[in-house]
């Protein structure tokens, strides 16, 4: 039987509609896949340039530049730090003769320091020092105290305790008492500790950055004291340079991780 004339047409006109009402819809879901993947672009969160890493020194006439005015081992370590990519402002608040204990040239303890310049914004707080406690009552009490105020000001910072220098291994004993109340004292608060004495620090040859006095550095021992800091400065101020790049969701989410504080 031959279909109707009508009807063939009919057929032919519903075959073609279908063909145009295909192609529209696959225009809709081009398009929608576009708007789509535009707004999903647009809501990743913007990362902001990182900021200068805000490094807070405590400490005493090792470094104020003593007997090398003008020129301290913090100015020093600063364009080491630059050289290698790492952003950061080093404030000094150190003060010539000040302890733990012992008050300084302006009657100051470290932590009088410690209260004057360590804040929220304080990323990292390096304590430096001091043989000026040799001898004195309290130093391991005055070192907790100190501490646990700088978690305090600064409870986010990375916190880096620095004993004293010797030109010697201090076979006596002389610096046992404070370096043995420095160790406590940071790991007590996961600080990491640095112990010149042991690492040899202005020892042996190296004691010839020292100036006269065999206590102080010179103008080569400030070099040598930036060197050895930036080394031990650069693993916490990249660290804090890598939070800041982190979207605020990821870097609350990894402070809370268990991890994190390891």
């Known amino acids: 039987m031959k279909a109707h004339p009508d009807l063939r047409t009919l057929a032919e006109r519903l075959s073609q509609w279908r063909g145009r009402f295909a192609s529209a819809i696959s225009v809709v879901v081009v398009l929608l896949v576009v708007v789509f993947a535009a707004d999903a672009y647009g809501s990743v969160p913007r990362v902001d340039p990182v900021a200068t890493v805000h490094v807070d020194v405590i400490g005493d006439s090792l470094s104020t530049g003593f007997r090398t005015p003008g020129v301290t081992w913090p100015a020093e370590a600063q364009p080491l730090l630059a050289s290698q990519g790492l952003k950061a402002q080093i404030t000094n608040a150190s003060e010539n003769g000040a302890g733990y204990v012992q008050p300084g040239e302006d009657g100051d303890v470290f932590l009088d320091l410690v209260n004057r310049i360590v804040n929220s914004q304080s990323q990292v707080v390096v304590l430096f020092g001091s043989d000026n406690d040799t001898g004195d009552a309290g130093v ?107 979207p605020p969701g990821r870097r609350h989410a990894l402070e809370l991780a268990p991890d994190a504080q390891g």
């Open 140 to 246: 391991a009490a005055a070192i907790q105290a100190t501490l646990a105020r700088v978690k305090v000001l600064a409870p986010d910072a990375t916190v880096i305790v620095v004993g004293p220098t010797s030109e010697s291994d201090d076979d006596q004993g002389l610096l046992s008492t404070i370096r043995e109340s420095l160790a406590d004292g940071a790991a007590g608060i996961g600080a990491k500790f640095v112990d010149p004495v042991a690492l040899g620090w202005f020892q042996g040859a190296e004691s010839t950055d020292l100036a006269s006095d065999l206590e102080h550095p010179n103008l080569a021992g400030e070099q040598f004291l930036a060197q050895h800091m930036a080394a031990i400065l650069a693993p916490a101020i990249r660290g804090a340079m890598q939070q800041d790049k982190m």
